[in-house]
């Protein structure tokens, strides 16, 4: 049964930075991808960055490029979103899911299964 458990949430000042971790079981084969999604209160679900588990390549979105990394740790099963410079307005229940076959991002991940979700607040 495959299942992704994520962990790191939390409350942060703006300016500094958290990370959040999406440990994936149950996979036989790495030609799927994790994607990250959030929703804030009263906003649509956004779609954030996606990394692909086989070759490592990424997409993000404009509101997040530049100041959220996604990277994958292969060993450890584990897709990880290092955010830095943080602002209030990225306070939102945070979401990794996988994308069943995309063995290469060239954009936003498709979702075939999520995460439980973590909160994430940034305020003074």
């Known amino acids: 049964q495959v299942q992704l458990v994520e962990s790191g949430g939390g409350l942060v000042q703006p300016g500094g930075s958290l990370r959040l971790s999406c440990k994936a079981s149950?996979?036989?084969?790495?030609?799927?991808?994790i994607g990250w999604f959030r929703r804030a209160p009263g906003k649509m679900r956004e779609g954030i960055a996606c990394i692909s588990i086989r070759d490592g390549s990424s997409y993000y979105a404009d509101s997040v490029k530049g100041r959220f990394t996604v990277s994958r740790d292969n060993a450890k099963n584990t897709v990880y979103l290092q955010m830095n410079t943080l602002k209030p307005e990225d306070t939102a229940v945070y979401y990794c899911a996988a994308d069943f076959s995309r063995p290469t991002v060239q954009k936003m991940c498709s979702v075939n299964l999520w995460g439980q979700g973590t909160q994430v607040t940034v305020s003074s």
């Open positions: 149950g996979f036989t084969a790495d030609n799927y991808a």
